[in-house]
């Protein structure tokens, strides 16, 4: 197969290309700043492998200063003066600006991380501007409880409450998959809470979340909430994990990292929350309605190129609809249009980076070489450009790493299972992660009780890929600790306070 590769950013609006032609500096203390040392580094275009812009990059010596700026925010600006409403209406309008921007972020998210336009438009841009248009509902609803004494108080009357307080200046550290979206998920309930953040992006795609700091400027932010430091994972994002003066860290990314994170969080014991790797199981049981499975299957494993954490990357079926599930999930496999993100008529783009296409390409074969068998993809695609063929592969065995390990790409592990019986519980459970899984099927007692034994933080019945601002999101096992989203995330980044007076 031949993809057609020409240039990208040719297809995107002067003004844009005239952004991306400076270099781009980060966002400190509501200025706009190059690195401390001078440094810079190129963003590619992972779709032609071509540079796109260069940005600066930040280090421990741009983290301080930026967690300087956060930390005067916080105790002396007028961000933690404001009232919860007007804190709501500045977090409102960031989601109706990025709306503004629709397009012209969108442009950015695929020339950036090379997933389609189309995609960008209706999906990570939209789902970007609902969270902070949900957070800034929370803000006027962040409350705490009276409570009454027994024990210590029999021998006078006391006045006991909670406050919720914000719990200080947040370290955010952000993955590439999603990169608009996921500093929307980190910002906006850091922000409603009426926290202070430094925002490291994923050096492989920073350009949104500096569009975004523009808009978070033109929204009326105050100097140094936001602060949105570019660089790399070993130097800034190690330096902001480990700095004294960071009271929380919440990270998405590779669990291998999220354990870097612990260690460098618990010498001061600073807080941390963590969306990790997973491997998710996606069970079809016979009775399920087969053609709503397959194109559901499909979009598990298929949708931004494999390149979710909670991607149905171990799909369950039940032995006799077997061999129709896979041949219908290979057969769409097959009809995904793959290229260039910019084309319209672009399903599928490249891999994020070299590294990931070689990641991806690399475990790939070793599936292939153990002796499992691709119905359809199995290997890159192109001479440039870091495609990959969507892939399904059969005849697998629970002991290879293309099902052990997190793939990260459009690869699909597909295993027969004769009854929906504790054997299969035991299966789909048997990963060191537990971030989503899916059941299909028309019985929905069944579907519930199968659910309530999955060891996954989201369970999707007879649907896969369902996410709202509203429903809590986050990992079992080693997929993490604490929840994004709905009101269940407004808990990383508040402290609870007990206040006591005496009223005797
Ligand atoms: P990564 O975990 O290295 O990168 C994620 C973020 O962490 C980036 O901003 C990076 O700069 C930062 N980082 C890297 N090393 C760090 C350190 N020592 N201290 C502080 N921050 C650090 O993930 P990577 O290398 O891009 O991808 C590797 C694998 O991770 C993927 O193949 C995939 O399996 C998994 N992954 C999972 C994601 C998720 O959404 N849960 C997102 C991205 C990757
Ligand atoms: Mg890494």
Request: glycine share 10%; hydrophobic share 45%; aromatic share 6%.
């Amino acid at each position: 197969m031949n993809i057609a590769v020409s240039s990208t950013i040719d297809r995107v609006p002067a003004a844009l290309r005239g952004w991306l032609a400076k270099p781009r500096p980060m966002l400190i203390n509501g200025k706009w700043v190059m690195a401390k040392s001078g440094k810079t580094f190129d963003v590619h275009d992972p779709a032609t492998e071509m540079k796109l812009a260069s940005v600066a990059e930040g280090d421990a010596a741009d983290i301080d200063e930026a967690v300087r700026a956060a930390r005067r925010a916080l105790e002396e600006g007028p961000w933690s003066r404001l009232s919860p409403a007007a804190r709501g209406r500045m977090i409102h309008r960031i989601g109706d600006l990025i709306l503004a921007n629709l397009d012209e972020l969108a442009q950015l998210e695929s020339l950036d991380n090379g997933k389609p336009f189309s995609v960008a438009r209706v999906a990570d841009v939209p789902l970007s501007a609902d969270m902070f248009h949900y957070m800034s509902g929370w803000c006027t609803k962040i409350e705490g409880k009276h409570i009454p004494l027994s024990a210590l108080a029999a021998g006078g009357q006391y006045l006991s409450f909670t406050r919720p307080e914000p719990i200080g200046v947040v370290g955010q550290i952000i993955p590439w998959n999603f990169p608009l979206l996921m500093a929307a998920w980190k910002l906006a309930p850091a922000l409603a809470t009426g926290c202070t953040v430094v925002l490291k992006v994923a050096e492989e795609t920073p350009l949104s979340a500096l569009r975004l700091g523009e808009i978070l400027m033109e929204a009326g932010l105050p100097d140094g909430v936001v602060n949105i430091v570019t660089g790399f994972g070993e130097t800034a994002g190690a330096a902001l994990a480990a700095h004294p003066d960071v009271d929380k860290v919440a990270f998405t990314g590779s669990t291998e990292v999220g354990r870097l994170i612990v260690q460098a969080a618990s010498r001061d014991l600073k807080k941390v929350s963590l969306e990790l790797g997973g491997k998710s199981p996606n069970i079809i049981l016979g009775d399920a309605d087969v053609d709503a499975a397959i194109a559901g299957a499909t979009a598990g494993i298929f949708f931004n190129h494999g390149q979710c954490c909670n991607a149905g990357s171990r799909l369950f079926v039940q032995e006799k609809i077997f061999d129709k599930v896979t041949a219908g999930i290979a057969a769409n496999a097959a009809r995904i249009k793959i290229g260039v993100g910019m084309d319209p008529e672009t399903e599928m783009g490249p891999l994020v980076s070299e590294v990931q296409h070689g990641r991806v390409k690399g475990i790939l074969k070793s599936g292939l070489e153990e002796g499992a068998r691709a119905l359809t993809g199995g290997s890159a695609i192109g001479n440039r450009g870091y495609f990959v063929q969507p892939t399904v592969l059969v005849d697998t065995k629970p002991n290879m790493k293309v099902v052990r390990e997190e793939i990260f790409g459009p690869v699909l592990v597909a295993t027969p299972f004769k009854d929906a019986d504790d054997k299969l519980i035991a299966a789909a459970n048997d990963t060191i992660y537990g971030l989503a899984a899916g059941v299909w099927t028309k019985d929905i007692a069944k579907a519930n009780q199968i659910a309530n034994r999955l060891k996954a933080g989201t369970v999707w019945i007879n649907c896969y890929h369902v996410f709202d601002s509203a429903l809590p999101f986050g990992g079992y096992k080693q997929s993490g600790w604490g929840r994004e989203m709905g009101q269940a995330v407004l808990s990383n980044y508040l402290e609870t306070k007990a206040i006591t007076t005496n009223i005797s």
